[in-house]
């Protein structure tokens, strides 16, 4: 039995109350940049909280971190590792820090203390913010900051060897070692970091679940609350305060109607909701650090044959490409797998349209995407901790495009879900 959406959430118990307001994202469903303060309305959701109970990433953890990676960096000779501004700066001395044209970074090396370069007048700002080691240089405006680099490296007895760099370093830093510390090898510092960052601990999943379980619950809040004729910013805004309500960051709330749906990013032209339109959601929260990725497509109203029809095939997709993550497995095979199923209903071949055009998935964590990804020819085995998004679609272009992401986990025992996969059309939130 087919059902309209007031039908759905009648049964499902809920009202469909009406809601307007400013958001994130244009009527097309593409982001944009400001944030626009919050009405009374438009925070009165009724959520509450999720998070209690939920202790940060410690120092010792962090500390047990950089000792992993000195491991990882004597065994591949490395002298020592480059981090700036970012999030595996973050990662490894819990200290977060922005980019600019001056240099702060801190100096992992493979062997002893950490230690930290920094301007002269942001040291204290700094030292406020730096949780272990107590090695900091500085230099002032007039000076060079990759000699103190160098010179850093000498005082530890480092005259000469490979200094890597963690893999997001824009180039004026390298450009700049190189030219201080001719001595020395710069290397990319990506496997040992990856090392580190791509197996999640229990206490990263434990965040990342939170995370997930904020985001399911506020698609829920909107599935009561969305009404014909909203634009991608009225629905991407409600989201965005569900997902502040419920004890998160919202960090992106993608929104995309009816033929914008047909294009992973969305389209520029104005769209509302409407009956019998596509409704593709790609929202996002962070918790303590770690993020959470889910799209949701639905239909406002009845349903089309066609619309059921390549739902139900990424839904399909979706489910193989979850069995095929198997321990000892390539990534780029789950990517496989999926586009074998889609091309065997005439979609594709390949990356083509209409089919499949991006990869189906990517790692998460810290970042709502990391390495490695599942993606055609990516040949790092699935291993225990690493986590990744499963988002298999199909896209039509100048008519609408199916979406459904979940992310996933891999166990001692293969893949396990952070969020429940929608269970039918009918019913896309699980209510």
């Given at each position: 039995?087919?059902?309209?959406?007031?039908?759905?959430?009648?049964?499902?118990?809920?009202?469909?109350?009406?809601?307007?307001?400013?958001?994130?994202?244009?009527?097309?469903?593409?982001?944009?940049?400001?944030?626009?303060?919050?009405?009374?309305?438009?925070?009165?959701?009724?959520?509450?909280?999720?998070?209690?109970?939920?202790?940060?990433?410690?120092?010792?953890?962090?500390?047990?971190?950089?000792?992993?990676?000195?491991?990882?960096?004597?065994?591949?000779?490395?002298?020592a590792?480059?981090?700036?501004?970012?999030?595996?700066?973050?990662y490894?001395?819990?200290?977060?820090?922005?980019?600019?044209?001056?240099?702060?970074?801190?100096?992992?090396?493979?062997?002893?203390?950490?230690?930290?370069?920094?301007?002269?007048?942001?040291?204290?700002?700094?030292?406020?913010?730096?949780?272990?080691?107590?090695?900091?240089?500085?230099?002032?405006?007039?000076?060079?900051?990759?000699?103190?680099?160098?010179?850093?490296?000498?005082?530890?007895?480092?005259?000469?060897?490979?200094?890597?760099?963690?893999?997001?370093?824009?180039?004026?830093?390298?450009?700049?070692?190189?030219?201080?510390?001719?001595?020395?090898?710069?290397?990319?510092?990506?496997?040992?970091?990856?090392?580190?960052?791509?197996?999640?601990?229990?206490?990263?999943?434990?965040?990342?679940?939170?995370?997930?379980?904020?985001?399911?619950?506020?698609?829920?809040h909107?599935?009561?609350?969305?009404?014909?004729?909203?634009?991608?910013?009225?629905?991407?805004?409600?989201?965005?305060q569900?997902?502040?309500?419920?004890?998160?960051?919202?960090?992106?709330?993608?929104?995309?109607?009816?033929?914008?749906?047909?294009?992973?990013?969305?389209?520029?032209?104005?769209?509302?909701?409407?009956?019998?339109?596509?409704?593709?959601?790609?929202?996002?929260?962070?918790?303590?650090?770690?993020?959470s990725?889910?799209?949701?497509?639905?239909?406002?109203?009845?349903?089309?044959?066609?619309?059921?029809?390549?739902?139900?095939?990424?839904?399909?997709?979706?489910?193989?490409?979850?069995?095929?993550?198997?321990?000892?497995?390539?990534?780029?095979?789950?990517?496989?797998?999926?586009?074998?199923?889609?091309?065997?209903?005439?979609?594709?071949?390949?990356?083509?349209?209409?089919?499949?055009p991006?990869?189906?998935g990517?790692?998460?964590?810290?970042?709502?995407?990391?390495?490695?990804?599942?993606?055609?020819?990516?040949?790092?085995?699935?291993?225990?901790?690493?986590?990744?998004?499963n988002?298999?679609?199909?896209?039509?272009?100048?008519?609408?495009?199916v979406?459904?992401?979940?992310?996933?986990?891999?166990?001692?025992?293969?893949?396990?879900?952070?969020?429940?996969?929608?269970?039918?059309?009918?019913?896309?939130?699980?209510?």
């Amino acid at each position: 039995m087919t059902v309209s959406k007031r039908q759905f959430l009648k049964m499902a118990g809920l009202s469909s109350v009406g809601f307007m307001g400013a958001g994130l994202l244009n009527a097309g469903g593409t982001s944009t940049t400001s944030v626009e303060p919050m009405t009374a309305v438009q925070s009165s959701t009724g959520l509450r909280p999720m998070t209690d109970g939920l202790k940060p990433i410690s120092i010792e953890e962090r500390q047990a971190r950089v000792q992993k990676l000195q491991g990882l960096m004597q065994q591949a000779g490395i002298s020592a590792l480059v981090a700036e501004g970012g999030t595996s700066l973050m990662y490894f001395t819990g200290i977060s820090w922005g980019r600019s044209e001056r240099m702060t970074a801190a100096i992992i090396p493979a062997e002893g203390d950490i230690a930290y370069v920094t301007p002269f007048f942001e040291e204290p700002k700094l030292r406020e913010r730096i949780l272990f080691g107590d090695d900091v240089r500085t230099w002032h405006e007039h000076e060079n900051p990759f000699e103190r680099v160098i010179q850093l490296l000498n005082d530890r007895g480092f005259q000469n060897g490979k200094l890597a760099l963690e893999e997001t370093t824009r180039y004026f830093i390298a450009d700049g070692l190189k030219k201080a510390g001719p001595n020395f090898e710069l290397v990319s510092g990506t496997d040992v970091v990856l090392g580190c960052r791509m197996y999640k601990s229990t206490h990263e999943i434990q965040l990342m679940q939170a995370a997930n379980d904020i985001t399911v619950r506020a698609y829920q809040h909107v599935a009561q609350n969305i009404q014909k004729g909203m634009t991608g910013r009225d629905v991407g805004m409600m989201m965005r305060q569900a997902q502040i309500d419920l004890g998160a960051r919202s960090l992106f709330t993608l929104v995309l109607l009816n033929e914008a749906s047909a294009y992973p990013h969305g389209s520029k032209q104005p769209q509302v909701v409407e009956e019998g339109g596509i409704v593709l959601m790609d929202c996002g929260a962070e918790v303590l650090g770690y993020e959470s990725d889910i799209s949701r497509t639905f239909v406002y109203g009845e349903p089309s044959k066609r619309q059921r029809e390549i739902w139900d095939l990424v839904r399909e997709g979706q489910e193989v490409a979850f069995e095929a993550a198997k321990l000892g497995t390539p990534a780029g095979h789950v990517d496989d797998v999926v586009r074998k199923l889609y091309e065997a209903r005439g979609f594709g071949p390949g990356y083509e349209t209409p089919g499949l055009p991006h990869r189906t998935g990517h790692g998460i964590g810290m970042d709502g995407h990391e390495s490695v990804n599942f993606v055609h020819n990516e040949q790092t085995v699935l291993a225990p901790g690493m986590c990744f998004s499963n988002e298999p679609g199909l896209y039509i272009y100048g008519e609408f495009g199916v979406r459904m992401e979940d992310c996933l986990y891999m166990t001692e025992s293969g893949p396990k879900w952070f969020s429940k996969p929608s269970e039918s059309l009918d019913n896309p939130f699980n209510l």
